[in-house]
C-alpha cells in the first residue's frame, strides 16, 4: 500500500539555524499539507499547496515558513530561522485529486528539536 | 468557526469490552467528520470518515461512528476491544470549500488484558 514518507524522523537543531523537513507524497496526489503538533497540544493546520502554489495557510505560516515541490517526488517545509518555539512533531500529508474531502494521507512525522 | 471537541482526554477498556470515545464538533455548514488513530511512533491513519452519505459509518478494524446532527456529535464505538486498539485517537472536522482539517486534542486508549 502506498504510504507518505518523511525524513528525518528526528531533527535537533540550534535556535536561529534553518531547517528542512522532506516528504515523499503518495506518487499520484496532487495535494499536499502541512501540520504540526506541538507537545501536550492539538494538530494544527500549516498550509496546503496545490499545483505549484499555496492554496491556504494559517496565522502560524508567517514569512519563517516556506513550502516547495523541488521535483516530481519531494515537498519540503522550510523554516529559515528556528525559534525555541518552533519545536514540534511535523506532519505531511497528501491526498488525490478527488472530493475536497477526500482523505489525507499522512506521514510518521518528523520531531523537531530547537535548542 | 468550525471546532471539534474530544470530551476523555484518556479512556481505558478491559480486552473484549466496548469502547466509546466521544466526540463533539461545531461548524456553520455541512461538516465531513473523520476519525483518525496514530500509533506510537506512526503516522496518522484514517479509521473512518462522514461526508453527507449514511449517518451510520462503518471503518476499519470494526470501528464505526455515527453522525447525530441534533446531538452534534460523532461518538466512535467499537464492540469488543482488542490490545491492538491502544493508541491516540483524533475527531477532525473539515467544512465548506476548505480541505483544512481541524483536529480535536485527542483521547488516549488504553487496553487492559
Known amino acids: 500500500e502506498p504510504e507518505v514518507t518523511q525524513t528525518p524522523s528526528h531533527q535537533v537543531t540550534q535556535m536561529g539555524q534553518e531547517v528542512i523537513l522532506r516528504c515523499v507524497p503518495i506518487?499520484?496526489?496532487?495535494?499536499f499539507y502541512w501540520y504540526r503538533q506541538i507537545l501536550g497540544q492539538k494538530v494544527e493546520f500549516l498550509v496546503s499547496?496545490?499545483?505549484?502554489?499555496?492554496?491556504?495557510k494559517s496565522e502560524i505560516f508567517d514569512d519563517q515558513f516556506s513550502v516547495e515541490r523541488p521535483d516530481g517526488s519531494n515537498f519540503t517545509l522550510k523554516i529559515r530561522s528556528t525559534k525555541l518555539e518552533d519545536s514540534a512533531m511535523y506532519f505531511c500529508?497528501?491526498?488525490?485529486?478527488?472530493?475536497?474531502?477526500?482523505?489525507?494521507?499522512f506521514g510518521p512525522g518528523t520531531r523537531l528539536t530547537v535548542l | 468557526a468550525q471546532s471539534v471537541t474530544q470530551l476523555d482526554s484518556h479512556v481505558s477498556v478491559s480486552e473484549g469490552t466496548p469502547v466509546l470515545l466521544r466526540c463533539n464538533y461545531s461548524s456553520s455548514y455541512s461538516p465531513s467528520l473523520f476519525w483518525y488513530v496514530q500509533h506510537p511512533n506512526k503516522g496518522l491513519q484514517l479509521l473512518l470518515k462522514?461526508?453527507?452519505?449514511?449517518?451510520l459509518v462503518k471503518g476499519i478494524n470494526g470501528f464505526e461512528a455515527e453522525f447525530k446532527k441534533s446531538e452534534t456529535s460523532f461518538h466512535l464505538t467499537k464492540p469488543s476491544a482488542h490490545m491492538s486498539d491502544a493508541a491516540e485517537y483524533f475527531c477532525?472536522?473539515?467544512?465548506?470549500?476548505?480541505?483544512?482539517?481541524?483536529f480535536g486534542t485527542g483521547t488516549r486508549l488504553q487496553v487492559f488484558p
Open positions: 506518487s499520484n496526489h496532487l495535494y
Open positions: 477532525v472536522v473539515s467544512e465548506g470549500n476548505t480541505d483544512k482539517l481541524i
Open positions: 462522514y461526508t453527507s452519505a449514511a449517518t
Open positions: 500529508a497528501s491526498r488525490g485529486l478527488g472530493a475536497v474531502a477526500d482523505t489525507q494521507y
Open positions: 499547496f496545490y499545483n505549484n502554489e499555496i492554496s491556504e
